[in-house]
């Protein structure tokens, strides 16, 4: 039997070529066989969002937000047998699936309530002025509007979060844009139920079933494709720096370039400032390891690095840490690929020059088991050897030991934009910390103080980006409101009449925030 | 004597290697001779820049305001000198000129206000939930700030609009990036007593010199060092299609790629609707040929090619302004370059399959003189050859004639895209507009009725965008309240103690209108 594994505008399709996903823990693939996607199922998909994306983007506002409501309930509705495939496909445990589905679910419906809001539309509206000297001014309208058809690549590591449903196709249909996604073939199964129960609500809410597709398949060439497709408008992805580049690059290169958000990589620096490492080395590392090894370190917002001015302090903590690492049991990696590249990943760290261990977790039993490790390297061998400062996927990290608050200055100096930069500081770490904020503020996206930078909230005032190569465009952010942003555009109509204005337009936009006259009104 | 056409960090530099204007209505260069800048100064004032960044974003807000108050201060200081120069630099009569340092001033005052209102800083404040379970909330507060030093190239048909205080300055500096610009080597005098302005500006309002550089030159060499300049964060222009993409494909392979704002092309088409057209051929014939001819036709938003289906009121229509445009003298390009590239593609544009002459202006005299011209074409053809849709930057255009509303439809289809789309409706045409409404919003930023494509609006609700290739960023406009977006990212801090927040985030962010737990609050 072949399970249909994708779907064009609503309809399963069935090919002759078929893949299987594989269960990590197992270490063996498993039923049943999907069929693969190719280059003609693109073009359908495309040509389908294209279609479609006139009456996505003319619907009701309010049609989109129940449209990302009724997804929430279906996906609840596959029940168990959503996690049950999960597991199997990712190797990932219950509580966190559980959690994951949760965090998608209610990521659909704050989109829900972020279109409804309707501040993203960002109506402007400045009155006619037919007196005006020496010419009278027009009436001039703006809204944002959606970009058209949007290719978005799920990711391995949240197999529901950042994938089928996640926030790229949530925030992506928020701003009335028709998705066409390329389904990890990691995990096609779970895949393939969510794109089931997002087609399923777009027939329910009345939409055109081109608002939606989901291709799937193993090869790289099938996301090229998407990218090159002439009516996709923008790309969302999540993945590896080298991932996120080609499409980068594909993208630039087309007759018509067109705007990629790629999440790509990113080392998570935290520093311990001298006052907190004082008083709660001990709690320090503890927190620290905590974070380092939840779901085995394959999560963007790993801690990858730690900075401290060297001392008993950073001493007690290294030790302290290295004694929790060393307990962490070994842990299954979400593909036999990602395995063989953590392992590639610490290979290259521990023969880079200077870096020494300080503890590893048990030992892995099989290809996709992985062990957890921590390093130290001084900060002059840091500073000296850019490799060291790449990310390695994976439940590894490296503590920088700095001579002095100058040595620490220069080991930050050197780092590329980041996710997150993480501050661990008591009260008398004040002057230090607020003489680095200029220099953190321009490596991160989200800087935070005496927490952990896993666990992203799903918020208004939430910024999951950063300067390159964190992201592909430093301007944006894959998670909260603000993502509805990057699939926008700002259009302005001049002294239109208010039948060929968008409804939101016409009258004196009642009903949403705008700014009129370049005075901002209440709803 | 050498006049000092550039300026680093406020310093005046004089170099062995000179350059000199011409004067485009007499044909010869004048005096005096400027100093070229080199890869050294281009260095030297990125290090300016990037060394003044920090101290230019903590400014208060209240410094941004005043800076770009006392530049337009310090323009009007200038005098009636500086209208000279302008004439003798650009051809361009004076009460053009005049009026364009008007807008000029008026822009830079209008961005002092976008400032001082706020809203662009987006703050967003989610407050802490200790007790949610099954994990708190933490505390996220989150602002847009500035995206570092900012590279602005002076355009050469808008001397003072969009040159070295123009758009993308005033809306660089309003976001608290430092600008280096790339004066337009055609109005060295103008750009060196413009540059000299917002230096003095720069150092009356206390702010570090390295805010702003003048570096100036004939080279296309002197550009690509600045985009490639590693402490160069965004690139904005307003220039040619080939300036444009030549730029973008520079900072796409740098180490750190980065947004380049480029408004490039757009032949700005006009549709005659048929009600419209039966009512008044010969106004609309009389409106368009005066757009067309303005500053000789050197103008961003030039309507270059008008649709209508084919007819007695087209047939008024394109006699009235066959009539008018004979009528038009000769006029004087901004520069011997541009009045030769408009000769190849009038020439261009002649040789194409099916173009037919309407009318032709008074004959030109001399190389920096050019004619205006009308053509027609049938929308067959037209569709058939890319060539006769490519913008020719001047005062020529092309009538393409339809045979029914179908051929018109399929007309636009082709079209690339476009800073404005004109609509001339009478009521009657209403049902024929709605039809094409949504093929013509994804063609343009600005869609209007019933006026002509040129005056852009200064104003809250202007998008002087478009998609590709209008602009290589079909997400920004360069005019307006919005164009301070482009140099905006967002930064969210989490958990952050006050004493580390910027000041607009401490405290419940009071002052400034915020989005609070996702409800909007008034400043």
Request: with cysteine.
């Given at each position: 039997?072949t ?30 066989p ?34 990302l ?14 996690i049950?495939r ?30 409804r ?7 402007r ?9 020496p ?17 978005v ?6 197999p ?89 690059e ?59 001015v ?14 929790a ?65 790449e ?10 030991r ?8 220069a080991?930050l ?23 680095l ?21 799903v ?18 952010t894959?998670?909260?409101w ?42």
């Amino acid at each position: 039997m072949t399970l249909e594994a994708f779907l064009i505008a609503g309809e399963p399709v069935t090919t002759s070529e078929t893949f299987k996903a594989v269960d990590p823990s197992l270490g063996h693939t498993i039923d049943p066989p999907f069929a693969v996607s190719d280059e003609s199922h693109v073009e359908r998909a495309c040509i389908a969002a294209a279609a479609a994306f006139e009456a996505f983007a003319e619907a009701p506002i309010e049609t989109r937000a129940r449209l990302l409501e009724t997804i929430a309930d279906e996906i609840e509705g596959i029940g168990d047998a959503l996690i049950v495939r999960a597991m199997a496909e990712t190797g990932l445990p219950r509580p966190r699936l559980e959690g994951e589905r949760g965090r998608t679910t209610g990521q659909l419906r704050m989109f829900a309530a972020v279109v409804r809001e309707g501040g993203w539309q960002d109506i402007r509206i400045d009155s006619a002025l037919p007196d005006r000297q020496p010419l009278p001014r027009p009436d001039l309208r703006m809204i944002k509007r959606p970009l058209g058809p949007v290719a978005v690549f799920g990711a391995s590591n949240f197999p529901l979060a950042f994938s089928v449903a996640g926030g790229d196709t949530a925030s992506a249909l928020a701003a009335g844009c028709p998705v066409v996604i390329k389904g990890h073939p990691a995990h096609p199964g779970l895949s393939a139920m969510v794109g089931g129960a997002i087609a399923k609500a777009v027939a329910a809410v009345g939409l055109p079933a081109g608002v939606f597709s989901l291709l799937a398949g193993p090869s790289n060439a099938l996301g090229s494709a998407l990218v090159l497709d002439p009516r996709i408008a923008a790309v969302g992805f999540t993945g590896s720096r080298q991932g996120g580049l080609a499409l980068v690059e594909l993208a630039a290169r087309r007759p018509v370039p067109i705007p990629v958000y790629a999440e790509m990589s990113s080392v998570n620096p935290v520093i311990l400032f001298p006052a907190a490492l004082a008083a709660r080395a001990e709690a320090l590392a503890a927190g620290y390891v905590g974070s380092l090894t939840f779901s085995a370190g394959q999560l963007c917002t790993n801690p990858g690095l730690v900075f401290a001015v060297d001392g008993p302090g950073l001493a007690r903590f290294s030790e302290s840490a290295a004694n929790a690492l060393a307990a962490a049991g070994p842990a299954t990696m979400l593909t036999p690929g990602i395995a063989k590249a953590f392992r590639t990943g610490v290979a290259k760290l521990t023969g880079s020059s200077g870096v020494t261990e300080l503890a590893r977790g048990a030992a892995p039993a099989g290809e996709c088991q992985s062990q957890a490790s921590l390093f130290t390297i001084s900060a002059p061998d840091f500073i000296a050897q850019a490799e060291v400062r790449e990310e390695v996927f994976g439940h590894t990290s490296l503590v920088v030991r700095c001579a002095d608050q100058a040595e620490l200055c220069a080991a930050l100096a050197v780092l590329e934009g980041q996710l997150t930069v993480t501050l661990q500081i008591d009260p008398d770490d004040g002057p230090a910390a607020r003489a680095l904020m200029p220099l953190l503020v321009q490596k991160a996206g989200r800087l935070l103080a005496n927490g952990w930078p896993t666990g992203v909230e799903v918020a208004p005032a939430m910024v999951h980006g950063g300067p390159f190569p964190a992201t592909s465009d430093g301007r944006s952010t894959s998670v909260g409101w603000l993502a509805i942003d990057r699939f926008l555009r700002p259009v302005c109509y001049q002294n239109m009449p208010a039948a060929l204005l968008p409804p939101a337009l016409a009258g004196d936009g009642a009903g949403s925030w705008r700014l009129v006259d370049g005075h901002r009104v209440a709803a």
